[in-house]
């Protein structure tokens, strides 16, 4: 479908993905352990059971830790991206990518976190693969914390609910800015860091079991969630410091909720779920947590420890732009119980009757990309950047080496849509990196078969076959929408 040019010049079409996904490697030239590397593939566990996909306990860790194979743990072997980048890079340019979000892996650098001084090996691989994007003419936009802290933070500080973790990342940080300041220009500190309470173990190291109760645990979630925000606020200021001209941003889930009817009532709890998916924007864009959230930790006596100067820093080290991730919208009623539910990596929530579902019960909904993006514009007045968007299927590889993925065409077709005309009611939107843009292994379910890419990887759930990439039906369509600067749909 030919349209007028409806994205700006300049704008920043690209693809997405994660260090702990993607590379494998996840034992070679000095990396420590990662919380990725004893995320388990749970055949047994139902595809949408969200949060036991998620979950890992102290007996997983020991176990995993143990573990004298690798075949349950997809994530160590990822797509093999470590010794395959300059492939996939190439097939990227091919593609006509001017950008691609990726992430450093934390311990690649500083393998157990504590160290005093950087693994060269890490920073060497990270350079030569920011060098050669560039060579490319491909922008790196990185991610410094993708899920991949290190274990070690886990097993000896209970990650980031201990205050030392904030001078260690931040020291991570540092290096990073300093070793890639030729390099990059784009950073984003924590992915999705309102999924914190999601699944706390990767992101914050919280193992939930430690704590006596549900109280303590989510309290002691909330004191991680602190400590990153102000870490977030101190890399923020030593990029600008470190790279003049940088420009670093958050980056959240937008959890767009509906009310499933103008029933008041309906209306109060969808406006609870979004004000709470505010708050980490509010947070890291405004400069101050929300007075709500104060008002909830003094009514339910959660000491949340803030130290003095914290404040300020939040205050003064806000970012340059906000990035997020989209992938479906939820709704909320008064009348949950009697209706019908739907997962997703959110919250279970009410099935939406006008939207379909993907084949792991995500509800597509391409105009709540553009609500997400008028609601976020009009509330913060910063230049948005979607660094996550896609759809996860079942594809098949045909006999003849094709993959027919018209239903990926689709779901990007109509998001596409939706982005041009929030653009054309005023928004800023920078640049749009698909999720993932290159079949890897999936975040919850640790699955290969859960794929996402415009190029497909030949691996399965056991990391059995070739790893060869061959392009889908959509690589050629994606390299026409940014050929065309997205007027040709
Ligand atoms: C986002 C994460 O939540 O969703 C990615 O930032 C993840 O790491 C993506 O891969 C899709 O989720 P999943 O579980 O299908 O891989």
Same mark, same amino acid.
């Given at each position: 479908?030919?349209?007028?040019?409806?994205?700006?010049?300049?704008?920043?079409?690209?693809?997405?993905?994660?260090?702990?996904?993607?590379?494998?490697?996840?034992?070679?030239?000095?990396?420590?352990?990662?919380?990725?590397?004893?995320?388990?593939?749970?055949?047994?566990?139902?595809? $949408?059971?969200?949060? $036991?996909?998620?979950?890992?306990?102290?007996? #997983?860790?020991?176990?995993?830790?143990?573990?004298?194979?690798?075949?349950?743990?997809?994530?160590?072997?990822?797509?093999?991206?470590?010794?395959?980048?300059?492939?996939?890079?190439?097939?990227?340019?091919?593609?006509?990518?001017?950008?691609?979000?990726?992430?450093?892996?934390?311990?690649?650098?500083?393998?157990?976190?504590?160290?005093?001084?950087?693994?060269?090996?890490?920073?060497?691989?990270?350079? #030569?693969?920011?060098?050669?994007?560039?060579?490319?003419?491909?922008?790196?936009?990185?991610?410094?914390? %993708?899920?991949?802290?290190?274990?070690?933070?886990?097993?000896?500080?209970?990650?980031?609910?201990?205050?030392?973790?904030?001078?260690?990342?931040?020291?991570?940080?540092?290096?990073?800015?300093?070793?890639?300041?030729?390099?990059?220009?784009?950073?984003?500190?924590?992915?999705?860091?309102?999924?914190?309470?999601? %699944?706390?173990?990767?992101?914050?190291?919280?193992?939930?079991?430690?704590?006596?109760?549900?109280?303590?645990?989510?309290?002691?979630?909330?004191?991680?969630?602190?400590?990153?925000?102000?870490?977030?606020?101190?890399?923020?200021?030593?990029? %600008?410091?470190?790279?003049?001209?940088?420009?670093?941003?958050?980056?959240?889930?937008?959890?767009?909720?509906?009310?499933?009817?103008?029933?008041?009532?309906?209306?109060?709890?969808?406006?609870? #779920?979004?004000?709470?998916n505010n708050v980490y924007t509010d947070v890291q864009v405004l400069g101050e947590y929300p007075r709500h959230l104060l008002q909830y930790?003094?009514?339910?006596?959660?000491?949340?420890?803030?130290?003095?100067?914290?404040?300020?820093?939040?205050?003064?080290?806000?970012?340059?732009?906000?990035?997020?991730?989209?992938?479906?919208?939820?709704?909320?009623?008064?009348?949950?119980?009697?209706?019908?539910?739907?997962?997703?990596?959110?919250?279970?929530?009410?099935?939406?009757?006008?939207?379909?579902?993907?084949?792991w019960g995500w509800q597509v909904d391409p105009k709540g990309l553009r609500v997400s993006l008028i609601d976020l514009y009009d509330r913060?007045?910063?230049?948005?950047?979607?660094?996550?968007?896609?759809?996860?299927?079942?594809?098949?590889?045909?006999?003849?080496?094709?993959?027919?993925?018209?239903?990926?065409?689709?779901?990007?077709?109509?998001?596409?849509?939706?982005?041009?005309?929030?653009?054309?009611?005023?928004?800023?939107?920078?640049?749009?990196?698909?999720?993932?843009?290159?079949?890897?292994?999936?975040?919850?379910?640790?699955?290969?078969?859960?794929?996402?890419?415009?190029?497909?990887?030949?691996?399965?759930?056991?990391?059995?076959?070739?790893?060869?990439?061959?392009? $889908?039906?959509?690589f050629e369509w994606y390299k026409k929408v940014i050929k065309t600067n997205g007027s040709d749909l």
């Amino acid at each position: 479908m030919k349209n007028q040019a409806r994205f700006p010049e300049g704008f920043f079409w690209g693809g997405a993905i994660a260090a702990s996904q993607a590379e494998g490697a996840w034992n070679i030239d000095g990396k420590g352990m990662s919380v990725a590397d004893v995320a388990m593939y749970k055949p047994d566990i139902d595809i $949408k059971d969200y949060v $036991k996909q998620w979950h890992v306990g102290p007996e #997983d860790i020991e176990n995993a830790m143990n573990a004298d194979d690798d075949a349950m743990f997809p994530k160590r072997r990822g797509i093999d991206f470590y010794h395959k980048y300059k492939e996939d890079i190439a097939l990227f340019k091919e593609l006509g990518f001017r950008t691609l979000r990726l992430s450093i892996a934390w311990t690649r650098i500083f393998p157990n976190g504590i160290e005093e001084s950087p693994n060269e090996k890490g920073l060497q691989f990270y350079e #030569d693969l920011f060098t050669e994007l560039r060579k490319n003419d491909i922008e790196p936009l990185v991610t410094l914390s %993708h899920y991949e802290m290190p274990l070690y933070l886990v097993n000896n500080y209970d990650g980031w609910v201990s205050r030392e973790v904030v001078d260690m990342f931040v020291r991570y940080a540092r290096v990073c800015f300093e070793r890639y300041k030729g390099l990059v220009r784009y950073w984003l500190t924590f992915n999705e860091i309102d999924s914190v309470f999601r %699944h706390p173990f990767t992101t914050v190291g919280v193992v939930e079991e430690k704590y006596s109760d549900k109280k303590e645990a989510e309290t002691a979630i909330y004191q991680a969630l602190h400590h990153q925000f102000v870490a977030s606020a101190l890399a923020t200021r030593y990029c %600008h410091q470190v790279i003049p001209g940088s420009q670093i941003g958050c980056m959240v889930t937008k959890t767009l909720t509906y009310p499933e009817s103008c029933n008041p009532d309906d209306i109060i709890l969808a406006q609870r #779920d979004n004000r709470n998916n505010n708050v980490y924007t509010d947070v890291q864009v405004l400069g101050e947590y929300p007075r709500h959230l104060l008002q909830y930790f003094r009514k339910n006596k959660m000491d949340i420890r803030m130290e003095e100067g914290d404040e300020a820093i939040l205050k003064q080290y806000t970012v340059d732009f906000i990035s997020f991730s989209y992938y479906m919208s939820m709704v909320q009623s008064i009348n949950a119980e009697q209706r019908e539910k739907v997962g997703g990596n959110l919250i279970t929530g009410v099935k939406n009757p006008y939207l379909p579902i993907s084949d792991w019960g995500w509800q597509v909904d391409p105009k709540g990309l553009r609500v997400s993006l008028i609601d976020l514009y009009d509330r913060y007045r910063k230049p948005l950047w979607i660094v996550e968007n896609g759809i996860g299927s079942f594809d098949k590889l045909e006999e003849d080496g094709t993959i027919i993925d018209d239903y990926r065409i689709d779901y990007f077709r109509s998001h596409f849509e939706e982005i041009a005309n929030a653009i054309e009611e005023g928004v800023e939107c920078m640049g749009y990196t698909s999720w993932a843009c290159i079949d890897i292994v999936s975040a919850s379910t640790s699955q290969m078969s859960k794929r996402y890419g415009f190029i497909y990887v030949d691996a399965d759930d056991l990391g059995n076959g070739t790893y060869r990439r061959l392009r $889908k039906k959509s690589f050629e369509w994606y390299k026409k929408v940014i050929k065309t600067n997205g007027s040709d749909l």
